[in-house]
């Protein structure tokens, strides 16, 4: 996949969002009903991805304000979550970026574009620090699990195991 063909743009009112479509229908509903009334309540804001060649939106994805907090039933985690922390940095809350929502047209699926994704919201939150944000959560669909751990993502918790989406994190530390 030639990724110098894609450009980066932030949803605004007035964009007219190309064609997309992806293997999850609420997440293709989410784009095109949903996405605008979110950015208006400051609830996410959405970025699309779109193709110069081919007219078409290659991937979208929303980002909104997130934490990590502590809890009690689960110490073990949040040991292993701290080693990567100096003590005296170590706290019971982390500020993090929640991805609510990403999809790659199923035309591209499987291209590397998913991975790229990821990699430029490595990449933002490392390099411009417009605020302290230490780690990436996203509530991943089972089927799109591997998926996040091929991209060093983690499972924060067993708790969720039977559940619909997980819970999984990236410590922004680990992005070189
Ligand atoms: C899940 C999704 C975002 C992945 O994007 P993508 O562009 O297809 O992924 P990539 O090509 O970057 O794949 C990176 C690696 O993850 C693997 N992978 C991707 N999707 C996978 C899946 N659903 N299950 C298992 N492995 C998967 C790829 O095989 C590849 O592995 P490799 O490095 O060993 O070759 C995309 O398929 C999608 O939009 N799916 C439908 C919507 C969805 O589930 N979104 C996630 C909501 S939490």
């Not at 907090?69 to 003590?87: A, G, K």
């Not at 019971?92 to 990403?102: D, M």
């Not at 591997?146 to 819970?167: A, Q």
Request: with cysteine; net charge neutral.
């Amino acid at each position: 996949m030639d990724f110098t063909r894609l450009i980066q743009i932030q949803l605004s009112d007035d964009t007219e969002i190309k064609p997309f479509r992806c293997a999850e229908d609420d997440l293709n509903g989410f784009l095109f009903d949903d996405a605008k009334h979110f950015q208006k309540e400051l609830m996410a804001v959405t970025y699309l991805l779109e193709d110069l060649q081919e007219n078409v939106t290659v991937a979208y994805f929303s980002l909104l304000a997130d934490k990590i907090s502590f809890n009690p039933d689960e110490r073990n985690v949040w040991n292993r979550l701290n080693r990567n922390i100096p003590n005296p940095k170590r706290r019971r809350n982390y500020p993090a970026v929640k991805i609510g929502r990403l999809a790659v047209n199923e035309k591209y699926a499987g291209t590397g574009v998913g991975t790229f994704v990821l990699d430029n919201i490595k990449y933002a939150f490392t390099t411009v620090k417009r605020l302290g944000c230490r780690f990436i959560t996203v509530d991943a669909l089972m089927s799109a699990a591997p998926f996040y751990e091929k991209n060093g993502f983690r499972f924060f918790t067993d708790l969720d195991k039977d559940e619909e989406t997980r819970l999984m994190f990236f410590d922004l530390k680990n992005f070189a």
